[in-house]
């Protein structure tokens, strides 16, 4: 074996290095909130080819001494912290002291600074682990900081990042939510000289959204304000407003962007039913808690949080997201139809009853609860060899269904002589639309249909860089868009396959899928599918709504008329049985 030896401080940096520094947004990030630290009420972001030309951090505040530019760079060189007991008064984002020497182990990294109180400023540079003499230097006062070839000097690391434009989105991403949680803070993101994202700095939150999302999402948010142990201001979106990621919830807990997904389930609790289902909520939520009642380092990237009184929490919350739903036209009405008179006339095709074997005790009452579909067995979905053998008798599962009524605007009811048939009529129109969408997509995948007044759509920068970076795919799947401008484009023709559907929505769903997808090259059967799903089951018919016997009807021969028309896109059952034997057992007479 070799001798041991202490490893130079470069090496050591450069190890280390790899925990804070991982790609160029974790170095944004960290210099970003070394500016908020400063007190910055601006601060300007300049990148080059998606960080790893440059990063340049400029702000307006406190600025830094000479011997502090000098001590900076040092590990664990802090001026936020003392000892361990300060940890527990910590109002800033930083206090280890570990990002300057961090970043200066992986690129060349130059600091350049004025205190405000004098006329001339500093500038040093660290490069391959030497800081240089400080020069002096006009500047305006403040601190701007400039990363330059990041990862020069470790290959392997380098090899891991994705194109300038996925790293891009990354560090715009991140800018969005600084935007979100600051907005007393003027933020201004530069890509390649270009603007990115620019907010105004004046405090309004709601123009801070405006600047990260645009006036299409803006308008649709609703303020939410409640004052109590706890402080609970922002804004959610209407249920008008969805979206197919989680990608748009920002939770912020004392001005800290966190990954909370108590508080996601809590938001999506509140959404329950009011939107479709895999439809998200876009949010934008301010959280100001006593320090006391929450636990946040226990992550290094220091996003997640612990709370430690969460049923209060969570009290406050829905009741802070009560607002959103207390306008009446907000309020899907209560289910309290009764059963509907069985007014339908049965329908009735064939005579011949499906084998029972296939399906009989496939699907049965568990115990006493309340009936509901995941306490029972559903019909298989999957085309096993022996569904398949069974085709002949499969298609006549519907036919043979006598219609007894519609329950609770919602349940389809029918019988055979087998058992009784509770239809979910959602998620049956689902699979319906599903299979109409797939089948015209793969008779013509690529085939558009070109719009007479084209759709304008406004994007989100990041919206806009993920749009532009997958043009190629979209295009494939019958879009034709023109830049327009900015953020905005042009949508002149839409996919023939979703003639019908709202194509505007699917090009979004599209966007976002691709562009939260780290993968890059997105397998695009997969993404067909899943967008397929979602668009199915947005123009589906919702429940708690009176269908018509020839509504009815239709969905029954649909269904008779599908490959699987056991459960819908997502999985979920269409419908299900109580068997006559079920039956009999719970009367007691077998
Ligand atoms: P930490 O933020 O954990 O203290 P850093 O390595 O990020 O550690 O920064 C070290 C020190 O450098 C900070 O404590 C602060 O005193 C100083 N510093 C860094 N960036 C700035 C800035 N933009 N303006 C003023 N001071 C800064
Ligand atoms: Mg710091």
Avoid at 84 to 98: I, K, M, P, V, W
Avoid at 403 to 430: C, F, M, N, R
Wanted: net charge negative; hydrophobic share 40%; charged share 25%.
């Amino acid at each position: 074996m070799r001798e041991i030896k202490v490893l130079d401080p470069q090496t050591a940096n450069q190890i280390a290095a790899g925990e804070v520094v991982e790609r160029p947004v974790s170095v944004v990030k960290e210099l970003v909130e070394n500016s908020i630290d400063a007190g910055a009420t601006r601060i300007k972001i300049s990148i080059r080819e998606g960080g790893l030309k440059l990063i340049q951090v400029g702000d307006n505040g406190c600025g830094m001494t000479v011997s502090d530019m000098l001590m900076a760079p040092k590990r664990h060189a802090t001026s936020k912290i003392e000892n361990a007991e300060d940890l527990n008064s910590l109002h800033t984002l930083g206090f280890r002291g570990e990002a300057l020497p961090s970043i200066a182990a992986v690129s060349k990294l130059s600091v350049t600074s004025r205190l405000g109180e004098s006329a001339v400023g500093w500038q040093v540079v660290i490069e391959n682990g030497t800081i240089n003499e400080p020069v002096e230097t006009g500047c305006p006062s403040g601190t701007i900081v400039r990363a330059e070839s990041l990862f020069y000097n470790t290959p392997a690391r380098k090899k891991f990042l994705k194109s300038a434009a996925t790293e891009l989105g990354h560090a715009s991403d991140m800018i969005g939510r600084m935007i979100l949680s600051h907005p007393d803070i003027a933020f201004e993101l530069e890509h390649e000289e270009k603007n990115i994202l620019k907010s105004p700095g004046n405090g309004d939150l709601a123009q801070a959204i405006f600047a990260v999302y645009g006036g299409d999402i803006t308008r649709k948010m609703k303020k939410i304000s409640y004052h109590g142990e706890e402080k609970i201001i922002g804004f959610v979106s209407s249920p008008e407003l969805t979206r197919s990621t989680r990608h748009y919830y920002n939770f912020f807990v004392n001005g800290r962007f966190v990954r909370s997904p108590e508080l996601a389930a809590i938001l999506e609790e509140a959404f329950y039913t009011r939107i479709p289902a895999k439809r998200y909520p876009v949010a934008v939520i301010h959280f100001t808690l006593d320090p006391e009642t929450f636990d946040v380092n226990v992550h290094p990237a220091k996003l997640e949080i612990k709370f430690r009184n969460l049923p209060a929490l969570k009290s406050s919350f829905i009741q802070a997201l009560d607002d959103i739903f207390r306008r009446p036209a907000d309020v899907i009405p209560g289910v309290t139809l009764p059963f509907t008179a069985p007014k339908t006339q049965p329908i009735q095709r064939g005579k011949d009853y499906p084998d029972q074997e296939i399906y009989q005790e496939k699907f049965q009452l568990v115990s006493e609860e309340p009936v509901y579909p995941q306490k029972m067995e559903v019909l298989p979905s999957r085309e096993s060899e022996q569904v398949r053998k069974q085709e002949a008798e499969k298609q006549q599962v519907f036919s043979n269904m006598k219609v007894l009524g519609q329950l609770e605007g919602t349940y389809i009811l029918a019988s055979s002589p087998e058992g009784i048939y509770i239809i979910d009529q959602h998620a049956a129109h689902e699979r319906i639309r599903f299979d109409k969408i797939k089948k015209a997509f793969c008779a013509q995948p690529s085939e558009t249909e070109y719009l007479a007044v084209p759709g304008v759509i406004e994007l989100t920068p990041q919206q806009a860089l993920w749009l532009i970076n997958n043009i190629v795919t979209i295009k494939d799947l019958g879009f034709i868009l023109e830049h327009f401008g900015e953020n905005t484009f042009l949508l002149r023709g839409v996919p023939r396959w979703n003639s019908g559907g709202n194509s505007e929505e699917l090009l979004l769903a599209i966007v976002e899928k691709l562009g939260n997808d780290d993968s890059e090259q997105l397998q695009m059967d997969r993404l067909v599918e899943e967008e397929l799903f979602t668009m199915a089951c947005k123009s589906a018919v919702k429940a708690n709504r009176h269908l018509t016997e020839a509504d009815i009807g239709y969905l029954l021969t649909q269904l008779e008329l599908s490959n699987n028309p056991y459960s819908c896109p997502h999985g979920r059952p269409v419908l299900i049985k109580i068997t006559r034997k079920e039956i009999e057992k719970r009367f007691m007479r077998s």
